[in-house]
């Protein structure tokens, strides 16, 4: 076998790895789905604890707004509850072609990921979300009631819940690069500005809504994690110059 039809067979190996575990990650997410569905009136009854101190009920305005929003429900469940398997499968897939040095970095980032898009969903759940239904509800009046549709509010909610998930990830991704030596803490820190304007520009392609309020609600935190990141990634750079300067 020659080095053209060596390297052809190592791609089609590789294809056939990631059609495996994407079958796997498939399977994960229809399986939790599935279970999720079976449980959809108990997550449902969670997803309304941010409404329920504003409004008692809400309304479907179609035939079928209820089963789409069970549907919806059942497929947020899944995604939560096979999050540990979609990173696992990453990890197995990408770790053999890296070496020991990026396996323990790609392992930091793995495990990082899972914990704070996790943090993300919990502060958005008890803290944000409260606060922005609060806030929205409040322009209500004598003549201006609300009829909120099922529908709506779950899709609010659960994009709100993904969005400040990913987004709380965007530290796990520079301290990431920061352990790979592919970028430095001083680097993070002299350009802060445009860190700052970056994080704005997610916000506002992250959250459901358009409005500001909502945006500086995801932004701000992001921010505060970002200088986090600037003072750990510090840390990591000088706990490895110390083991390289013992190795020595």
Not at 135 to 147: T, V
């Amino acid at each position: 076998m020659n080095a053209f039809d060596r390297e052809k067979f190592d791609w089609v190996e590789h294809l056939e790895e990631l059609r495996g575990r994407l079958f796997v990650v498939i399977g994960a997410v229809l399986l939790a789905s599935l279970a999720g569905y079976f449980f959809s009136e108990v997550v449902f009854r969670l997803l309304l604890l941010p409404l329920h101190p504003l409004q008692e009920r809400l309304y479907f305005m179609s035939p079928y707004e209820a089963f789409i929003v069970k549907l919806t429900v059942s497929l947020f469940s899944g995604l939560l509850l096979s999050a540990p398997v979609i990173l696992t499968q990453t990890w197995l897939f990408v770790a053999p072609g890296l070496y020991e040095r990026e396996k323990k970095a790609l392992a930091f980032i793995v495990g990082l990921t899972l914990v704070f898009f996790l943090v993300g969903v919990f502060f958005a759940f008890f803290l944000v979300a409260p606060f922005a239904l609060r806030f929205f509800l409040g322009f209500q009046s004598e003549n201006l009631k609300p009829l909120l549709s099922v529908k709506e509010y779950i899709c609010f909610l659960t994009s709100f819940l993904l969005a400040f998930g990913v987004a709380f990830d965007f530290p796990v991704l520079l301290l990431g690069l920061v352990k790979l030596g592919l970028i430095r803490a001083e680097t993070l820190a002299k350009q802060r500005r445009l860190a700052v304007v970056l994080i704005f520009v997610l916000a506002a392609v992250l959250t459901p809504s358009t409005d500001v309020i909502s945006q500086t609600l995801l932004a701000v935190p992001l921010i505060v994690l970002f200088e986090a990141s600037v003072f750990i990634a510090r840390r990591i750079e000088k706990s490895a110059s110390r083991h390289q300067a013992i190795s020595t």
